[in-house]
């Protein structure tokens, strides 16, 4: 876990209702943890089935507007990945509205 003065700000994240976990860059990761690999090893697959992405389980605190949960992300070996919040202790926790591309609103369940 980082400590409390050490964080990123990541101002583009998708939110990917699809997503079953939040996903963040090897760079992003890098300038959170001393060694991503300290983290659960685990290979992700999304709508290529043949095509896998390993990553590393870390649990960090995230701060999403007024919000601040706890949650895990996979770091991903690969900065060909862009940030994504996915739906496990992430977006589940919200009651998020997509309006047609225009907005996101997001607000408490």
């Not at 101002?11 to 991503?36: C, K, M, N, T, W």
């Not at 090893?41 to 389980?57: D, F, H, M, N």
Request: proline residues 6%; aromatic residues 8%.
């Amino acid at each position: 876990m980082i400590s409390p003065a050490h964080y990123v700000l990541l101002e583009d994240v998708l939110l990917d209702s699809g997503a079953d976990i939040s996903v963040i860059p090897r760079d992003v990761g890098e300038a959170l943890f001393e060694d991503i690999a300290a983290g659960r090893y685990v290979e992700i697959q999304g709508i290529v089935p043949s095509t896998k992405l390993i990553a590393y389980l870390h649990s960090v605190r995230i701060m999403l507007d007024r919000w601040s949960f706890q949650a895990r992300i996979a770091v991903a070996d690969s900065n060909n990945v862009p940030p994504v919040l996915g739906r496990s202790k992430a977006l589940d926790r919200f009651l998020v509205t997509f309006d047609h591309g225009r907005k996101t609103i997001i607000g408490d369940p």
